[in-house]
């Protein structure tokens, strides 16, 4: 088995995630919880960073299933907004772009800042619809987790999650957004959405 400065050197330098709350949830959580340890600290890495950008302020024990079902409902709302908004700028963006290929003078510039302001939104527009996608995995994950509190408290998990909850709340641990862009943290954070994936990590 892999040393913790390992496994924590590891989860570093692949998933982006600081060795600081690395440390603080091998703290708590006394892996190898099961036999997948990176998997496991994994998880409850993401889990202390998302869980600080979100839900800061409140206890894992005090959400309920119907409120995190109202937070999907208007994540998956939101972006059917955005696509839709997306969709019409991606076509406004064609328009001026071809309006550019053929004008000259004045007029050629006005379309050009208006083009600016397009590709302005439409990067605003993509930040925004992958950082719902990026909440809503999470919703997900903990709309299952909670679905099995009765299991994990058997299992002596749950409170694992209420000290870590606990601990982010009192403890100031600045963490880069752009972490959260990582393809390999998002990829990890998706592919738990199966929920045979997620609680296989408690088993």
Do not use: C
């Amino acid at each position: 088995m892999k040393k913790m400065e390992d496994i924590i050197q590891y989860l570093n330098e692949k998933m982006g995630i600081p060795s600081n709350v690395i440390s603080v949830v091998s703290s708590i959580t006394k892996v190898p919880l099961v036999s997948t340890t990176v998997t496991a600290l994994t998880f409850f890495s993401i889990f202390a960073i998302l869980w600080g950008y979100y839900y800061r302020k409140k206890s894992i024990d005090s959400l309920k299933e119907d409120e995190l079902e109202k937070n999907e409902v208007e994540l998956i709302v939101n972006n059917d907004k955005i696509e839709r908004d997306l969709k019409y700028q991606y076509d406004r963006k064609k328009i001026l772009e071809e309006e550019i290929r053929k004008t000259e003078g004045i007029f050629k510039d006005k379309y050009s800042k208006e083009l600016e302001y397009v590709n302005n939104k439409i990067k605003v527009l993509e930040s925004e619809y992958e950082d719902n996608l990026d909440r809503l995995s999470f919703v997900r994950n903990l709309k299952m987790i909670i679905s099995h509190k009765k299991f994990l408290k058997e299992k002596g998990i749950w409170k694992q999650f209420e000290e870590l909850s606990r601990k982010i709340e009192k403890e100031n641990i600045n963490i880069d957004k752009s972490i959260l862009k990582r393809k390999e943290m998002r990829e990890f954070l998706s592919s738990l959405n199966n929920e045979y994936e997620l609680m296989r990590i408690f088993e």
